[in-house]
């Protein structure tokens, strides 16, 4: 699903900017456990898609993604989204707490 590959990058790209995700050395694994999309407009080849990311809250485990993807230059967004992701140890598999890293990624 495209969709999701699209989120899927936008989070990681966000992530990586801000020095708390290295897909080589890792100690948490972060999985969506939720999403939602409310379909504006279509996107398609040979379309190109820009997205908007922001922190709306985060706790010890998990984090609330509000991700807008636009269509070329459109001014408004094709498709807001909403994406929830929780994090788990990248050993253990557990529930963690975010690494301290994260909290200044997060903060508004």
Not at 44 to 72: H, M, Q, T, W
Request: proline share 6%; aromatic share 12%; hydrophobic share 45%.
């Amino acid at each position: 699903m495209q969709f999701c590959s699209y989120i899927n990058k936008t989070v990681n790209q966000f992530q990586i900017k801000r020095g708390v995700l290295s897909i080589h050395a890792c100690e948490v694994v972060g999985f969506a456990f939720d999403s939602g999309c409310t379909y504006c407009s279509p996107i398609a080849f040979p379309d190109v898609v820009n997205a908007g990311i922001c922190v709306a809250k985060s706790g010890n485990s998990s984090v609330r993604y509000e991700i807008a993807l636009y269509r070329n230059d459109d001014a408004l967004p094709a498709q807001p989204v909403i994406w929830l992701m929780s994090t788990l140890s990248a050993v253990a598999t557990d529930l963690c707490r975010f690494p301290l890293l994260y909290d200044a990624c997060f903060e508004p």
